[in-house]
């Protein structure tokens, strides 16, 4: 379901990463020749525009970088940073566009365009989160490239959209969490589940694992022997989800094993 989700959402991203690399550049028909040879910005910059238009995203990215290498003092090498590290974010090479991206942000310290390098940096990240059973590295490198920016640039469009990006890799977090959480208590190591299911409901408590994780709670605190603990984590999951089947599941377990103290 959240692999599903993110690729909605990356399918939505494009354009707006697009748009903002659009808005104000110039536009031309002429074709890019891809060898090697000294040419004047603009024919250069207008053959990365031709081939990104048409989908050739790694020879796109190859000229706008020629631009900033042959022209690095030009007002077009600017732009011409971005859209190579759109470019390589367009043809999936996420570290060269991060590259790219971070390489703009140390030149340009201030830019209006910087909003959007941060972004881009984010995305590359996002895009790479793998499933739940694999180590979460990324994961965690996504959570803070969005939490960057959207503390440099809470009121951005950019800062919008990283919200909810936000939302979806806390969950994929909690998701690891539940799933090594799970991996304990078939092991019946309690303890060590315990402290799995705590981090999902400290850290994590608005993700959809949160009701799971504190049925699984009710479950582990009764194998160690410790009703009173199971009681207040089960009272906790019937007034926060009253209707979910992991209240159910819990008020079963409850009834079985009373805590006699």
Request: charged share 25%; aromatic share 12%.
């Amino acid at each position: 379901m959240l692999t599903k989700t993110m690729t909605r959402i990356g399918a939505a991203t494009a354009p707006l990463l697009l748009a903002a690399l659009l808005s104000g550049c110039a536009t031309s028909k002429n074709k890019a020749d891809t060898q090697y040879v000294a040419r004047d910005v603009s024919t250069l910059y207008n053959a990365g525009k031709y081939r990104l238009d048409r989908g050739q995203y790694k020879l796109a990215a190859a000229l706008f970088d020629e631009v900033e290498r042959q022209h690095p003092y030009s007002p077009w090498a600017r732009r011409a940073q971005l859209m190579s590290a759109f470019s390589y974010y367009m043809n999936q090479d996420y570290p060269e566009s991060i590259g790219a991206a971070q390489r703009f942000l140390s030149i340009h310290t201030g830019n209006k365009d910087a909003p959007y390098a941060y972004y881009l940096i984010a995305l590359c990240y996002y895009e790479q989160i793998a499933d739940v059973t694999r180590d979460q590295k990324i994961t965690q490198q996504a959570l803070d490239a969005l939490g960057e920016l959207i503390r440099r640039y809470p009121d951005t469009r950019y800062a919008a959209d990283a919200r909810l990006k936000l939302d979806l890799v806390n969950d994929h977090l909690a998701g690891k969490e539940m799933e090594i959480g799970r991996f304990y208590q078939r092991r019946g190591q309690w303890l060590a589940a315990t402290l799995r299911f705590r981090t999902v409901i400290d850290k994590y408590q608005t993700t959809t694992h949160t009701p799971e994780a504190l049925e699984r709670l009710v479950e582990s605190y009764l194998s160690l022997g410790i009703p009173a603990e199971a009681q207040k984590a089960a009272a906790v999951l019937g007034r926060n989800y009253p209707g979910s089947k992991w209240y159910e599941r819990s008020y079963k377990l409850m009834r079985e094993h009373p805590n006699k103290a």
